[in-house]
């Protein structure tokens, strides 16, 4: 089973937050590439080490929004540099390191929400948007072998940073984060079943769900299985995403103690018995996580 999945990496930001040494800023995962990119580095390559084919650029929060917002948009391409030297030099270390066969270990550029996670109503105009994920794309481009379009919450944030990184000619994955209390909806409030719909419009290579709840996932799963594109899914591990608005931190949110690496790598493996074929982890998701679902699913 394994041999047929693709094995996505876990969540950078909140694994990161809790090696750090730096308080939690607004910058949240950015502040930590800024200051200490020797973690993304080592966790990029414990990712791998675990078993992940694909890790992703530690750019979520380095949007050109999100940067204005915290007067360092002068940092956006720094930001990125550094992302993209951590991933590549994590791949060297691991390949010097390894006494294995030799593995492909792809990078993902990474295009999220623009301004805030689950609030779509405070991103830009879809041109805007358009625009903005055009820079990142650029920026990304180079190290880039994929593009994951991650935690859209509405039609508008997917269909501007997949129209940007399909003009890349690489791969684009597109990921859609769902409520979850009411699970067949974004949590921007449109039907998930009519977001992929009119996504597909654009021709991604993938459908994923992410950034979301486990259980809200199982609720919709059913709408992604009959897709003619490969589907996904990697869920994150909080108790709730209530308390997060935008412009506040993300300190106020708290991990699930229900979910560890065995309880996880068991959800998973259920979801590539129901067809997924990308399967990662996404907050609260780390290393052993990703280690206990690789060896589980060789077990299978």
Not at 9 to 31: F, I, K, N, P, Y
Not at 60 to 87: F, G
Not at 277 to 283: D, K
Request: hydrophobic share 40%.
């Amino acid at each position: 089973m394994h041999n047929k999945i693709i094995i996505l990496d876990g969540g950078m930001g909140q694994e990161l937050l809790a090696r750090s040494q730096r308080e939690v800023t607004t910058m949240w995962s950015a502040d930590v590439m800024l200051h200490e990119p020797e973690l993304v580095r080592e966790l990029h390559c414990e990712f791998i080490c675990a078993g992940a084919d694909i890790i992703t650029l530690n750019t979520y929060t380095a949007t050109p929004e999100r940067l204005a917002n915290n007067n360092a948009l002068h940092l956006m391409e720094q930001l990125h540099e550094s992302a993209k030297q951590a991933a590549v030099d994590a791949i060297s270390d691991y390949h010097y390191a390894s006494e294995g066969p030799a593995r492909n270990i792809q990078i993902a550029g990474c295009l999220p929400p623009l301004v805030a996670s689950y609030h779509p109503e405070v991103s830009p105009e879809f041109a805007d948007c358009v625009e903005s994920y055009r820079k990142l794309v650029a920026l990304q481009r180079s190290d880039a072998d994929l593009f994951i379009c991650e935690t859209m919450s509405s039609t508008i944030e997917a269909k501007a940073a997949c129209l940007a990184a399909k003009e890349a000619k690489v791969p684009v994955w597109v990921a859609f984060s769902v409520s979850d209390d009411e699970p067949k909806n974004l949590r921007g409030g449109e039907s998930l079943q009519d977001a992929v719909a009119e996504i597909l419009t654009f021709a991604p290579d993938a459908i994923l769900l992410n950034c979301s709840r486990p259980e809200s996932i199982n609720a919709v799963w059913p709408e992604l299985q009959n897709l003619e594109v490969p589907v996904g899914v990697y869920a994150n591990g909080f108790t709730s995403i209530d308390s997060l608005y935008p412009g506040t931190t993300v300190a106020s949110l708290a991990a699930r103690d229900d979910l560890g690496p065995s309880a996880y790598a068991q959800i998973c493996a259920d979801w590539a018995k129901q067809g997924a074929s990308i399967i990662g982890g996404c907050c609260e998701v780390g290393p052993t996580h990703i280690a206990s679902l690789c060896e589980l699913l060789k077990k299978k």
